[in-house]
């Protein structure tokens, strides 16, 4: 089961991600990573929604698409999360490379790492099948944004919501 909206603005983005960061800090403990697969075209605003939840997060290193680098990781203080890992996997689709020395089975093991996957299709197969995949399309309205039953918006009842 899967809810979607229109975020048609970076201030309605800015608040979705404060949203989100307060749901995941209140999902319920786990004995593993809480990983969220960011799925959708170039340019649809994976990496944006990153760095305002690496903000949320209280980051404040500049987040850039870890296109190059495949994997970035973030200290964070005074968190449910010790880290936030960012994996771009765009480019393994062309590289030969071995996962396993990049480390993501002990990245997913680790319960106090946030890890955020954009381009998750291309290493499906290695995504825990706890991750929680949100769904980023163009619309001509914005962005629509497609989640899972898992992650649901606040009500207007609690102290952050959509407007």
Known sequence: MYSSFI???????????????????????????????????IGVGKTTLTQMIAQNLGITETVQ?????????????????????????????????NLDTLEFKKDFANKENLIIIEWPSIIVDSIPDTALTIILKHKKEG?????????????????????
């Open 143 to 163: 962005r629509l944004v497609i989640l899972p039953s898992e992650i649901s918006l606040p009500s207007k009842n609690t102290p952050i919501h959509m407007e």
């Open 7 to 41: 975020i048609p603005n970076l201030a309605i983005l800015e608040k979705f991600a404060k949203q989100l960061v307060y749901i995941l800090q209140n999902l319920p403990p786990r004995d593993y990573a809480c990983v969220i697969c960011l799925d959708g075209d």
């Open 65 to 97: 698409s870890p296109t190059f680098v495949i994997k970035k990781i973030y200290p964070i203080a005074n968190n449910k999360f010790s880290n936030l890992i960012h994996i771009d996997a765009y480019r393994l689709d062309d590289l030969n490379t």
